[in-house]
């Protein structure tokens, strides 16, 4: 069997369909097994895995949407997805092999090289968990294994990765093994959480528990739900009438754009269509932001019947969550919540005894890939695709998800639609600005003592924000995360509004030690991991900014030199095809601008970061 392997393999360069032809023969070859390859790797009897994949097809409810579940839950029995898994995926699907092989190589979790250890070892490298002491736990979890970022030990038990915002910001620094999320790490727990793996003791040994570090509740969260509450109230209602509320809400969608979310679903109940969609965008990936985690945790049913209110008023019977695989710890209890809402009449047919209200919910998971919280990229992912932006238009309200009309909205819209029903518009109304309406979940972390969510109104100036979270020696608040601006303290007075500075809820705040130009390196090193590389500009412009920001560092700036680096800046924000390439550069320019004595007449130095 080692032979037809090997000659499995050889056709990689060849023709994909004489390997199409090639892999069903060996199909034919019933007791034919795939020697394992060590790491913990289970066998590959192809039977099996043929039978395995159409249950998983089933389960998942045979479209597209179940590509991706089918790789990731292939990936967590064989622990890699081998070409023959990736073959036999696409024949299941019936889409050509090439694009599964696109796909699977999209997702930084899913691994498609046999390079991986039995474990999986990923330290976020984001700021927040940067500010608070990553550095030396890399060089902990370096020492214990005797290998580097990026490398595998010998003996194939441990694979060292960094990865982006784990959304453990509060909680930093966090490592992720296999799914298993262990937040405040010190570099003295480092041994111990190697042996534990070892042993295969990782989750009983250590507490994993995800703490929700509610620190200030606003006025819309005080009071205790009732699930079904909502719905049940709004049956008296017509679905234009549910909607005209949400219209006069004012509400502005709080995934960061600040889209009119009453504009958005009155354009999609406008289509005429037998399908439409209500996707829950749970893709959270901005540094810096960890709100919805926290909602998800605690409030699942307040955002489900959100859900379940914008399908009444779009006419949808099918709604997706759309779940970064960071979060994985969550699915379960999201799970549960969407069988007992069933058993209720809360989702399904008849909803409430009202005909024709039909709508019911699955759980889609992410895989690693900030991009993916671009609603077009989501649903390209969606349909078990790379997650690369679409040129828009069209629309998702006219052409979403398999082109029907689809609205997507962020999981705190979701809560705010059901507030809005639950305790009424003029009270929504009280909170806020006259263009940005209600409060906003404020997920704070960087140096300071009390990390952790804050609900507060929009329109609340950056000064009341840091009394409120008693923070007297900020020199810098990064509002909106890498894709945001840096504001100095002698702007503390502007006010976080979407008219004024805008931000999908990440602060993360810099004392006076912190070297501004480090964070602008952080900020655009999770640019260029994370560009989908489709246009130019942003692919190669964040890679260039980045050399020039190290080129900063070293005190060899003109300011011929960093005017030209603006000039690149500028460039790429008005030449990007999405949103990650427009507001890739936003940190950086405001860095540069409002911080100029800390970047010329610079003189270089070493390892800028200190622990707090
Ligand atoms: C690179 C990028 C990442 C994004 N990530 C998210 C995200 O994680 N969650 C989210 O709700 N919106 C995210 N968005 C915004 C979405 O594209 C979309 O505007 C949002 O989901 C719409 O929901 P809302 O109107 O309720 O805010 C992202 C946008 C870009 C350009
Ligand atoms: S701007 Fe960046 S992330 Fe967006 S499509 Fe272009 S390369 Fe991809």
């Known amino acids: 069997m080692e032979e037809v392997e090997t000659l499995y393999k050889s056709l990689s360069t060849m023709n994909l369909y004489i390997k199409k032809e090639f892999s069903k023969i060996l199909l034919k070859f019933k007791k034919t097994t795939i020697q394992e390859r060590g790491r913990g790797m289970k066998k590959i009897e192809l039977e099996e895995l043929h039978s395995k994949i159409f249950q998983l097809k089933e389960k998942y409810g045979g479209n597209n949407s179940a590509i991706l579940q089918t790789l990731i839950d292939l990936q967590e029995e064989y622990r890699e997805l081998s070409q023959v898994v990736l073959q036999e995926v696409a024949h299941a699907y019936n889409v050509h092999p090439a694009e599964i092989q696109g796909t699977a190589s999209f997702y930084s979790f899913l691994k498609t090289e046999e390079k991986y250890g ?90 994993t528990t995800i703490v929700s570090n509610v620190v200030k509740k606003g006025p819309l969260l005080t009071e205790e739900f009732y699930p079904g509450k909502v719905i049940t109230d709004s049956l008296g209602k017509t679905s234009e009438e549910i909607l005209e509320m949400i219209e006069k809400s004012e509400l502005r969608g709080r995934g960061g754009a600040g889209f009119s979310t009453g504009l958005k679903w009155k354009l999609a109940a406008k289509e005429e269509s037998p399908q439409k969609f209500v996707i829950c965008n749970a893709d959270e990936g901005e540094p810096g932001t960890f709100k919805d985690r926290y909602i998800l945790h605690r409030e699942v ?64 998971m992410g895989a690693g890939a900030y991009i993916c ?125 979407y008219e004024a500075i805008p931000t999908g809820g990440s602060i993360i705040i810099f004392n006076d030690k912190r070297d501004m130009l480090d964070i602008a390196q952080n900020f655009m090193e999770f640019f260029v991991d994370e560009s989908c590389g489709q246009c130019t500009p942003c692919r190669e412009g964040t890679t260039k900014i980045l050399e020039g920001i190290k080129i900063l560092k070293q005190g060899k700036c003109s300011i011929a030199y960093l005017n030209k680096l603006k000039e690149l800046a500028k460039t790429v924000e008005m030449a990007s095809k999405c949103g990650l390439g427009q507001l890739s550069m936003k940190a950086f320019l405001s860095i540069v601008n409002n911080f100029q004595d800390e970047v010329l007449g610079r003189l270089p130095k070493e390892g800028s970061y200190e622990t707090v």
């Open 373 to 497: 919280g671009e609603e077009t990229a989501l649903i390209e992912s969606l349909e078990g695709k790379r997650g690369e932006p679409r040129n828009r238009p069209p629309y998702p309200v006219d052409t979403g998800f398999m082109n029907n009309p689809t609205i997507v909205n962020n999981v705190e819209t979701f809560l705010n639609v059901t507030l809005i029903c639950e305790k009424g518009v003029e009270f929504f109304k009280e909170y806020g600005t006259s263009r940005s309406t209600g409060t906003k979940f404020f997920s704070v972390s960087g140096d300071i003592e009390k990390a952790g969510i804050y609900e507060l109104p929009f329109g609340i100036t950056i000064a009341q924000l840091m009394k409120e979270v008693g923070c007297r020696d900020a020199k810098a608040v990064q509002v909106g995360g890498a894709a945001g601006v840096c504001i100095p303290s002698r702007d503390f007075d502007k006010i976080i509004a």
């Open 118 to 207: 039995k474990y999986i070892v990923r330290l976020c490298r984001t700021i927040s968990c940067e500010l608070k002491g990553k550095e030396r736990i890399a060089k902990q979890l370096e020492n214990e294994l005797g290998i580097k970022f990026g490398e595998t030990t010998s003996d194939g038990m441990f694979t060292l990765e960094y990865c982006n915002c784990l959304g453990m910001c509060d909680q930093g620094p966090a490592i992720m093994v296999d799914g298993c999320l262990i937040p405040k790490v010190k570099p003295a727990h480092v041994p111990a959480i190697i042996d534990s793996c070892r042993r295969g003791a990782l989750n009983q040994e250590f507490d």
């Open 301 to 364: 049913h307040r955002v489900i019947e959100g859900m379940t209110i914008a399908a009444r008023c779009i006419g949808a019977n099918k709604g997706y969550i759309y779940l970064r695989g960071e979060y994985s710890y969550l699915k379960d209890m999201i799970e549960d919540a969407i069988i007992a809402r069933k058993e209720k009449g809360l989702l399904g047919d008849k909803i409430g005894g009202l005909e024709g209200f039909d709508f019911d919910i699955d759980i889609r």
